[in-house]
């Protein structure tokens, strides 16, 4: 009895002593925090990479229409359909594999002065399937009389046309944001990125044909 109390004493401190498994030990409690960093790096990256294209998009779509235009001639240009279907591809593919058609939305506007010196969304042309993503500041012909309306944009930050015969071109990108790997507490997941771009238009633009952008035969406007 006095044997087996000793052999257990001393199995006791030879397991209290021993490190064989300790590295394993500790490597298996800490894998699932690592892997779980990992992970949370992975997408945090990934949110951020389609924030920064999302905003290059609204920003390329508004820079490309407001130097657009088919010249009559005289030095003024007159903004085709064409032009601004040719624009929405163009930024289409330049988003890589966002797939902006149909996880997303871009809302141009034409922004001018109306005969009252109020701020007018002359019209406006929309790309992408979701048609539920719609402006956040109006329609087509909001505006288009009186003074209370006073541009695009938040508070403070209001993109105006100015009152030369000018006008801007207001882009509005809204794109439905999917994780790459589902994980409820991150807070971008299932999220909705938004991005937005003013550009005056460059050159002189044509904005006497009462019908801005001008037809084109055999094109489709996109209307929203």
């Known amino acids: 009895m006095i044997a087996a109390t000793t052999r257990m004493g001393r199995l006791a401190r030879n397991l209290a002593r021993s ?88 809302i141009v506007s034409g922004l001018e002065q109306n005969a009252s010196g109020g701020q007018w969304i002359r019209w406006q042309r929309c790309f992408g399937t979701q048609t539920t993503y719609v402006s956040d500041y109006g329609v087509t012909n909001t505006g288009q009389t009186g003074t209370a309306f006073l541009g695009m944009g938040e508070t403070g930050a209001k993109a105006t046309a100015p009152d030369n015969a000018s006008a801007v071109m207001y882009a509005e990108v809204k794109y439905n944001y999917k994780p790459l790997i589902a994980f409820k507490y991150l807070p971008q997941a299932q999220s909705l990125i938004v991005a937005r771009a003013a550009y005056l238009v460059r050159d002189r633009r044509d904005l006497t044909s009462g019908n801005d952008p001008k037809p084109v035969s055999g094109v489709t406007a996109s209307t929203c």
């Open 19 to 106: 490190t064989s498994a300790l590295a394993l030990t500790e490597f298996a409690y800490a894998a699932p925090m690592f892997a779980m960093l990992g992970v949370t790096g992975l997408e945090l990256s990934n949110y951020a990479l389609a924030n920064l294209r999302v905003n290059q998009v609204a920003n390329s779509v508004a820079d490309v229409l407001s130097r657009s235009g088919e010249s009559d001639g005289l030095g003024k240009k007159a903004l085709r359909e064409s032009d601004i279907n040719d624009a929405f591809q163009a930024v289409s593919r330049q988003s890589g594999n966002l797939d902006l058609l149909n996880r997303g939305r871009i």
